[in-house]
């Protein structure tokens, strides 16, 4: 996989966070409340601003903040 095809999955996987974000009413300050991380640490992440690589520790705690797996939200990354 290239590099390119690697960043366009992780901004994939951003739009799909915010997706089930939106589809929750949940704010950016109530996920990161929940993940317990700050809330510009969470949109560096979803925004996959560079330098800012979600750690997988943070992806599974989103997840099960959001009520999902962290299978389902790659696949429907991969999916766009």
């Known amino acids: 996989m290239s590099v390119d095809n690697e960043e366009k999955k992780i901004v994939a996987l951003g739009k799909v966070i915010k997706m089930e974000m939106v589809g929750q009413d949940l704010s950016q300050k109530a996920l990161a409340d929940k993940v317990g991380i700050h809330r510009e640490t969470l949109s560096r992440y979803l925004n996959a601003t560079a330098g800012y690589n979600m750690p997988i520790g943070i992806l599974f705690?989103?997840?099960?903040?959001?009520?999902?797996?962290?299978?389902?939200?790659?696949?429907?990354?991969e999916s766009r």
Do not use: E, G, R
């Open 61 to 77: 705690k989103i997840a099960s903040a959001l009520d999902t797996t962290v299978q389902d939200l790659v696949s429907k990354a």
